[in-house]
């Protein structure tokens, strides 16, 4: 019998709802790097059906847990989550917004170095 996930309703912690509001309202592509849980990725996702979204994460098995976690709905049908690390997995793709959060400072200067478009 398939596992049922857990609604798609999620109290964000304060931090990350914090994230998710400096989110450009006219932005139409998101990546979050890093995504772990997946909760910007699927919060954003319900504020707005017009947005392309990405998830990127290092960490095997991340996406498995994301959809098993959840219902599959057509929320998680919209995000592409990819593995990888940093915006390697989305180098030739253009973001409007991207969301590097819950990782270390230094992870996150590592990260954008490696990103050339950041690096200009």
Known sequence: MPR?????????????????????????????????????????????SELELFGVERIAGA??????????????????LLDGDGFEPVADHYFDAAIIAGMGEESIITICQRHPALRR
């Open 63 to 80: 996406a498995r847990r994301l959809y098993t976690a959840h219902s599959a709905g057509p929320l998680l049908k919209r995000i592409r």
């Open 4 to 48: 049922i996930g857990k609604p798609l309703e999620i109290d964000l912690p304060g931090r990350l709802e914090a994230v998710i509001a400096l989110v450009p309202k006219t932005a139409t592509s998101v990546v979050d790097i890093g995504y772990d849980h997946g909760y910007a990725l699927i919060e954003l996702a319900r504020r707005s």
